[in-house]
């Protein structure tokens, strides 16, 4: 059950990145709970006039610009009480193809917003952030790692500003990621390729992610703590066969080997992370400047948490839309 905070009611909302997943997610909770406003900024203006017909009656203001333009970010928050920053490059390939677009964008860029946000005087600022930041070995990663450190940095500077960061693992259903490539692929008779059958992977759903954010609005109280959703995982290769099962098909499947900038497990908490982090059910809360520990537990990874397999796998996975439209 997702728990909205209490002092939500009659706050103005923006969320960058807000014509993907997260935004359509986030769009279809807030327009039904009591907040005044809610702002999605993005550069997509189709999916912006989407959006828009999906949600005619909805108190949303589609706000177009680009978080890495100072006076866009201005613009954007401007009025606003609590900011949720989910826009980000996220594709693996592309940040390791071009790791200093990667900076720019998942890491300078945040901090153009942060720096606007706290001049601003917003009360409130969420940075998404990802199990990849963990340890990095890839440009993805080490830019989401650096912007953990911002949000840190910046916490520490800004009493009247609460800045704070979410860490998920794969966010089930969003576009580029592996469950609508198999769905479409399965759907139009092809083979399937799997990089490893025995990579893992947290794996959470549009909704987990969002009961996160709500969590990390309602639990920041310092500012800089970091919230880690522990939300189970899985091996790619029970992902490609749940999907599978779900759609009654038996597709060939090829193992391909990792690309680069991957790993064979993600860690959502490193081993002196978890040691000192709340935990909090499925989630879990870093608090900035915690005291090191002298016995360190093992490190939180896809590989050790809570395995999704059988008929529990094929449950999360059929509750996501992509499924849902091809086993009604």
């Given at each position: 059950m997702i728990q909205v905070p209490s002092d939500l009611h009659?706050?103005?909302?923006?969320?960058?990145?807000?014509?993907?997943?997260?935004?359509?997610?986030?769009?279809?909770?807030?327009?039904?709970?009591?907040?005044?406003?809610l702002r999605l900024m993005s550069r997509n203006a189709d999916r912006q006039e989407s959006l828009r017909a999906q949600f005619p009656n909805a108190a949303v203001k589609f706000v177009s610009g680009d978080i890495q333009n100072p006076e866009d970010c201005r613009a954007a928050v401007d009025g606003v009480d609590w900011v949720i920053h989910a826009a980000a490059e996220k594709s693996v390939p592309v940040c390791e193809a071009n790791p200093a677009e990667a900076v720019r964008v998942n890491a300078l860029a945040a901090d153009?917003?942060?720096?606007?946000?706290?001049?601003?005087?917003?009360?409130?600022?969420?940075?998404?952030?990802?199990?990849?930041?963990v340890q990095p070995s890839g440009?993805?990663?080490?830019?989401?790692?650096?912007?953990?450190?911002?949000?840190?940095?910046?916490?520490?500077?800004?009493?009247?500003?609460?800045?704070?960061?979410?860490?998920?693992g794969n966010m089930l259903d969003s576009p580029g990621s592996v469950v609508p490539l198999f769905v479409r692929l399965i759907s139009e008779g092809k083979g399937l390729n799997v990089t490893d059958p025995e990579m893992t992977r947290f794996l959470s759903t549009p909704d987990e992610?969002?009961?996160?954010?709500?969590?990390?609005?309602?639990?920041?109280e310092l500012g800089g703590e970091i919230f880690a959703a522990n939300t189970g995982g899985?091996?790619?290769?029970?992902?490609?066969?749940?999907i599978a099962d779900l759609m009654k098909a038996n597709p060939e499947i090829t193992i391909v080997g990792a690309r680069p900038g991957e790993r064979k497990h993600e860690t959502m908490l490193a081993s002196e992370e978890r040691a000192v982090a709340d935990d909090l059910g499925p989630i879990f809360r870093l608090l900035p400047n915690a005291a090191p520990a002298s016995n360190l537990p093992d490190p939180l990874t896809s590989a050790n948490c809570h395995r999704l397999e059988g008929e529990e796998l094929r449950s999360k996975l059929a509750s996501l839309d992509s499924l849902m439209r091809v086993t009604a």
């Open positions: 009659g706050k103005h909302l923006l969320i960058t990145g807000g014509t993907g997943l997260y935004g359509l997610t986030a769009l279809k909770c807030f327009s039904e709970l009591p907040v005044a406003s153009v917003l942060m720096e606007q946000a706290q001049l601003a005087g917003v009360e409130r600022m969420i940075s998404v952030s990802s199990d990849k930041a440009s993805m990663g080490i830019t989401k790692a650096l912007m953990e450190k911002l949000v840190r940095a910046r916490a520490a500077q800004s009493p009247s500003t609460k800045f704070s960061a979410i860490r998920f992610v969002l009961a996160l954010t709500l969590v990390a609005l309602s639990r920041t899985a091996t790619i290769l029970d992902l490609a066969n749940g």
